[in-house]
C-alpha cells in the first residue's frame, strides 16, 4: 500500500499562481510514477502531468507552457507548479502513484481543490 497526501489548493486569482505539493508513504518501489490529475464540476478525472523517479514527463496539453511538474525523488514528493491560472483550471486536483507513464495509476491521494475566480 502507498499513501498520499496532498497540500497547496485555495483560492486564486485568474493571472495568479499556486503550488500543490503530495508525499508518498508506504511500500514505495524504485520506477515509479508520481502524478497530478484534476476533476473539474461535471467532467471525468483527466491527467494534468506525471513524471517518472528517472524525470520522464507526460504533460496534458492545456496546461503545457503554464504548469510544470517536478520530484524529489529522496522525499518521495512530487510538487505540481501552476501559474498562469485560469477559470478552467478550478478543479479538485487528485495526486496520483503508479509504475507507467501511459497506464492508469494504483494509488490516490484524497484530492485538494484549486478555485481560480476573480
Known amino acids: 500500500q502507498v499513501q498520499l497526501v496532498e497540500s497547496g489548493g485555495g483560492l486564486v486569482q485568474p493571472g495568479g499562481s499556486l503550488r500543490l505539493s503530495c508525499v508518498a508513504s508506504?511500500?514505495?518501489?524504485?520506477?515509479?510514477?508520481m502524478g497530478w490529475y484534476r476533476r473539474a464540476p461535471g467532467k471525468q478525472r483527466d491527467l494534468v502531468a506525471s513524471?517518472?523517479?528517472?524525470?520522464?514527463?507526460n504533460l496534458a496539453g492545456p496546461v503545457k507552457g503554464r504548469f510544470t511538474i517536478s520530484r524529489d525523488n529522496a522525499k518521495n514528493t512530487v510538487y505540481l507548479q501552476m501559474n498562469s491560472l485560469m477559470p478552467e483550471d478550478t478543479a479538485v486536483y487528485y495526486c496520483?502513484?503508479?509504475?507507467?507513464?501511459?497506464?492508469?495509476?494504483?494509488?490516490w491521494g484524497q484530492g485538494t481543490q484549486v478555485t481560480v475566480s476573480s
Open positions: 508506504g511500500m514505495i518501489l524504485d520506477n515509479n510514477v
Open positions: 496520483s502513484f503508479g509504475y507507467s507513464l501511459y497506464s492508469a495509476p494504483v494509488y
Open positions: 513524471m517518472s523517479a528517472g524525470g520522464s514527463t
